[in-house]
C-alpha cells in the first residue's frame, strides 16, 4: 500500500496532467514496481534483463490509457528505469507518465527515465511527461528523463512535457525520428526558481517526405535558476517543420536557446523563432487596476503562459 506521502505526490503528478487514472498502470516506487494492471489491449510486461516494463498496445487499440507514474521518497534514492513502447498500426492511445520526488533529507534523490517508442503505421499517440518535486530537505532533487520515438507513416504523435515545481537539476534528451506523412507536436513547459537547473535537448528528423514536426517550448526562469534550451530540427525529405521558443526571465536568472533548423533536401521548409524577455510593465497594471495585487498580478501572467 501507498502511505500518505506518496499518494500525495502521486495526486500531485495525475494532477498536472488533468488526466484520471484509467486502463492499464503500472506504479512504481522507490525503485520496485508496487501496483500494475494490464487490460485485453494493452500488455505491461516486466523486463528481465533490466528494471523497467514492456508495455505492448496492440493494432487498432482505440481510446485506451496507460499510466506509468514513478514515486521517489526513500534518503539517498537513485532510481534508472528503461520502458519500451510497442504500439501497433492504427492504435489510439493517451499514454501518461510522471514522476514524483519527495526529499527531507540532506542527500539527493533522483530518477533516470529511459523511454523508447515504436510507433507504427497510422496510430494516433498522445504522450504526456510530467515532473514534481517537493520536501524540506536541502538534498537535490534530480530528474533526468530520456525519450526516443520512432514515428511510423501517417502516424500522429503529440508529447506534452511539463516540469513547473520542486526540480532542483534536470537533463531532458529528447531524440525522434518521422517516417513519410508522420506528423508531431511538441508542447513543452518549464519552471526554475532559486538556484534550481534544467537542460532541454530536442533533436528532430524529418526524414520521411511529407513528415511534418512543430515544436513549442514556454519556460519561465526566477531566482538564480538557469536555463538551457538546445532544440535541433533536420529535414532530410520534403517536409515541414517549425520551432518556437519563449521564455520569461526575472530576477537574476539566465537563459540561453539555442534553436537549430539543417536542410538536406530543396523542398524541406524549416522555420525557427526564440524570444526571451521580462513581464510588461503594462500588463501588470491592467490586472493591478481590477485589483489583484501585484504578486497576484505576476501568478497570473505567468500561469496563463505556461498553459
Known amino acids: ?162 516540469q513547473i515545481s520542486g526540480v532542483d537539476n534536470t537533463i531532458r534528451d529528447t531524440e525522434i525520428e518521422l517516417e513519410k506523412n508522420a506528423r508531431l507536436t511538441i508542447i513543452e513547459r518549464l519552471l526554475t526558481e532559486e538556484e534550481q537547473n534544467a537542460d532541454s535537448i530536442i533533436n528532430v528528423k524529418l526524414i520521411g517526405e511529407e513528415s511534418s514536426a512543430r515544436i513549442m517550448s514556454r519556460s519561465v526562469a526566477k531566482g538564480d535558476s538557469k536555463q538551457l534550451f538546445h532544440l535541433n530540427l533536420t529535414g532530410e525529405n520534403a517536409c515541414r517543420g517549425h520551432i518556437q521558443c519563449d521564455s520569461i526571465i526575472m530576477d537574476n536568472a539566465k537563459v540561453e536557446s539555442i534553436p537549430k533548423i539543417t536542410a538536406h533536401h530543396s523542398d524541406a521548409q524549416l522555420i525557427h523563432e526564440a524570444a526571451i524577455g521580462k513581464i510588461a510593465g503594462t500588463q501588470l497594471l491592467k490586472l493591478m487596476s481590477l485589483g489583484l495585487t501585484a504578486e497576484e498580478a505576476e501568478d497570473t501572467i505567468l500561469q496563463g503562459f505556461l498553459k
Do not use: W
Open 1 to 162: 500500500m501507498l502511505d500518505i506521502i506518496d499518494k500525495g505526490l502521486l495526486q500531485a503528478v495525475a494532477d498536472l496532467s488533468d488526466i484520471p487514472i484509467t486502463g492499464a498502470y503500472n506504479i512504481r516506487k522507490n525503485g520496485q514496481g508496487v501496483s500494475r494492471r494490464s487490460t485485453e489491449n494493452i500488455q505491461i510486461i516486466p523486463k528481465t534483463d533490466k528494471p523497467g516494463i514492456d508495455i505492448n498496445i496492440k493494432s487498432n487499440t482505440k481510446g485506451e490509457q496507460v499510466h506509468i507514474p514513478v514515486i521517489l521518497s526513500a534518503e539517498g534514492m537513485h532510481d534508472t528505469v528503461y520502458n519500451t513502447f510497442n504500439i501497433g498500426h492504427d492504435a489510439d492511445v493517451v499514454i501518461v507518465a510522471g514522476c514524483g520526488i519527495h526529499n527531507d533529507c540532506d542527500t539527493e534523490e533522483g530518477h533516470n527515465g529511459i523511454h523508447e517508442f515504436f510507433i507504427g503505421k497510422n496510430a494516433k499517440v498522445k504522450y504526456v511527461e510530467k515532473h514534481y518535486g517537493e520536501g524540506s530537505g536541502k538534498g537535490k532533487r534530480v530528474l533526468n528523463p530520456t525519450t526516443k520515438l520512432y514515428i511510423g507513416e501517417g502516424a500522429q504523435v503529440e508529447l506534452e512535457m511539463v
